[in-house]
């Protein structure tokens, strides 16, 4: 593993948040981040896994350049472009599945989208509208429009909370799928403890609000070569590193 | 069914009223009808009516095009909005004949001025109706254009005005029927010619056939207008809606 350093690689993502807070209702400021500093190195999938509420969508907006109020510095890949997928779809009502897409991608060719398609099983849904769609669908069409992108850094908010336990594990196969075959940068936001186990080359460990980094751990077995047995036993390992740590996950 | 039952109950309402109130105050339909055939014939009738629609053409799309980017303006910018505001109220709350006389002192009895005089009275609705709109944006939309970095243009295009178009519709709706009586208002004080001119003819001759020939005629053409254009043009825009079972 190479150790991540804040002049390292320029296709790595560097986060260093000193502070970020927003004003309060009642007047005063509150902490929402305190000292999130990490790097992911090239072509990684990076986990933030931390309480819900802790500030990890936040997070992912300085990142993506949304909210430009905070103290410290962010760094993205240099090269290619953001692909975001929010928490919600963000899909425009008003364009079919494929136009939501073209829109934000122009240049991609027709063989790339119908392999995108094909894979996320969105072939049948071109024509449609969002409107049409349900809730999990609507999520892969959301996925489809970040690849689509050939992003430089994807990031990933949540992407599959709220889906049923069988659809989600199908999602989170489509997606190792996708983010093997495009070798990018990707950042996974989620609460969910196993996701992270499952998707990430490396998971960084939040504490509740003000949020900061608790600890960095890197899965060094390949995604594919994870036994049930070992996912099992770093669910466990993440568990008491948690407790230790003083931040409270939920499952 | 139901409409036409509607309009034939007017139509005999109207055949009664007449034989009451007389032929000098209240002509019949087939009157009018005679009427209206006669000035089609000399080619009086589209005339008239063509200059009109042309004005309210004119006067309509000016207020639509300055009153939304007005109202984006406002409803995305706070202080655009602070500024805005009072000249709004002012405009919103003077009346029409007030704006249509300044008018047509100070630009001269001429077609600018009279165009500009309704599009000004109709300005305000707009801006009024985009504005809501504008601070109804969806922010979440909003920062998926960012995030994939679309260009100025087609954030306009494809992210902000679908958003918009059903306040434009509402202010599209009930701009036409407000800008065409107004024309006539225009054509009745400054315009040597368009039906609000030609009824004011009438009025000095006490001519109330006239008078209902050209109403009539150009209730049937902004009928057509709504059936045909404006109604074609909502279902086209609004097609995405999943359909109401």
């Known amino acids: 593993?190479?150790?991540?350093?804040?002049?390292?690689?320029?296709?790595?993502?560097?986060?260093?948040?000193?502070?970020?807070?927003?004003?309060a209702a009642t007047g005063g400021r509150l902490?929402?981040?305190?000292?999130?500093?990490?790097?992911?190195?090239?072509?990684?999938?990076?986990?933030?896994?931390?309480?819900?509420?802790?500030?990890?969508?936040?997070?992912?907006?300085?990142?993506?350049?949304?909210?430009?109020?905070?103290?410290?510095?962010v760094r993205r890949p240099g090269t290619g472009r953001?692909?975001?997928?929010?928490?919600?779809?963000?899909?425009?009502?008003?364009?079919?599945?494929?136009?939501?897409?073209?829109l934000v991608a122009p240049a991609v060719s027709d063989a790339a989208l119908s392999l995108l398609f094909g894979v996320l099983e969105l072939e049948a849904h071109r024509a449609h509208y969002p409107g049409?769609?349900?809730?999990?669908?609507?999520?892969?069409?959301?996925?489809?429009?970040?690849?689509?992108?050939?992003?430089?850094?994807?990031?990933?908010?949540?992407?599959?909370?709220?889906?049923?336990?069988?659809?989600?594990?199908?999602?989170?196969?489509?997606?190792?799928?996708?983010?093997?075959?495009?070798?990018?940068?990707?950042?996974?936001?989620?609460h969910d403890l196993e996701e992270a186990v499952r998707l990430a080359d490396r998971v960084f460990l939040l504490s509740a609000r003000p949020a900061h980094l608790v600890t960095e751990i890197p899965l060094t077995i390949p995604r594919r070569a994870r036994t049930e047995a070992e996912i099992a036993a770093m669910l466990g390992d993440l568990a008491t590193r948690i407790s230790n740590g003083g931040a409270s996950v939920s499952q | 069914?139901?409409?036409?039952?509607?309009?034939?109950?007017?139509?005999?309402?109207?055949?009664?009223?007449?034989?009451?109130?007389?032929?000098?105050?209240?002509?019949?339909?087939?009157?009018?009808?005679?009427?209206?055939?006669?000035?089609?014939?000399?080619?009086?009738?589209?005339?008239?009516?063509?200059?009109?629609?042309?004005?309210?053409?004119?006067?309509?799309?000016?207020?639509?095009?300055?009153?939304?980017?007005?109202?984006?303006?406002?409803?995305r910018v706070k202080l655009a909005d602070r500024i805005g505001d009072p000249w709004l109220?002012?405009?919103?709350?003077?009346?029409?004949?007030?704006?249509?006389?300044?008018?047509?002192?100070?630009?001269?009895?001429?077609e600018v001025a009279g165009i500009l005089a309704v599009a000004i009275n109709k300005l305000p609705n707009t801006v009024v109706t985009v504005r809501e709109g504008a601070r109804a944006l969806d922010p979440g939309l909003d920062e998926m254009a960012r995030v994939f970095d679309l260009s100025r243009g087609k954030t306009l295009r494809h992210v902000v005005l679908p958003q918009l178009a059903p306040y434009i519709a509402a202010?599209?709706?009930?701009?036409?029927?407000l800008v065409w009586k107004i024309v006539l208002v225009v054509e009745l004080l400054g315009r040597p010619n368009g039906v609000g001119f030609e009824i004011g003819i009438a009025f000095q001759l006490f001519d109330v056939t006239r008078i209902l020939a050209y109403a009539l005629a150009f209730v049937v053409v902004i009928m057509a207008i709504e059936t045909f254009l404006v109604q074609p043009l909502e279902r086209r825009v609004s097609r995405w809606r999943p359909r109401a079972a």
């Open chain 2, 171 to 177: 202010a599209a709706r009930s701009g036409l029927s």
């Open chain 1, 31 to 73: 902490d929402v981040l305190r000292d999130v500093a990490f790097s992911l190195p090239r072509s990684e999938v990076g986990a933030v896994v931390g309480p819900s509420g802790c500030g990890k969508t936040t997070m992912l907006r300085i990142i993506a350049g949304l909210d430009t109020d905070f103290e410290g510095s």
């Open chain 1, 132 to 190: 049409e769609l349900s809730l999990g669908l609507a999520r892969r069409v959301a996925l489809a429009r970040a690849f689509a992108v050939e992003p430089g850094l994807l990031m990933l908010d949540e992407p599959f909370v709220s889906l049923d336990e069988a659809l989600a594990r199908r999602l989170r196969e489509q997606l190792v799928t996708l983010v093997e075959t495009q070798a990018m940068t990707t950042l996974l936001v989620t």
């Open chain 2, 1 to 75: 069914m139901v409409r036409v039952v509607s309009i034939v109950v007017f139509v005999a309402v109207w055949w009664i009223g007449a034989q009451y109130a007389g032929a000098q105050l209240l002509p019949g339909p087939e009157a009018v009808v005679a009427a209206m055939i006669e000035a089609a014939r000399t080619g009086e009738l589209f005339f008239q009516i063509g200059i009109t629609l042309l004005r309210v053409f004119c006067a309509f799309s000016l207020a639509m095009l300055v009153g939304t980017a007005i109202g984006l303006l406002m409803g």
């Open chain 1, 1 to 23: 593993m190479n150790d991540a350093s804040p002049a390292g690689d320029p296709g790595q993502l560097d986060v260093r948040i000193a502070r970020k807070s927003f004003t």
């Open chain 1, 82 to 102: 953001l692909g975001m997928v929010f928490q919600e779809p963000r899909l425009l009502p008003w364009r079919t599945v494929e136009e939501n897409v073209r």
């Open chain 2, 89 to 110: 109220i002012v405009l919103l709350n003077l009346p029409a004949l007030v704006i249509i006389v300044l008018a047509f002192i100070w630009g001269g009895l001429t």
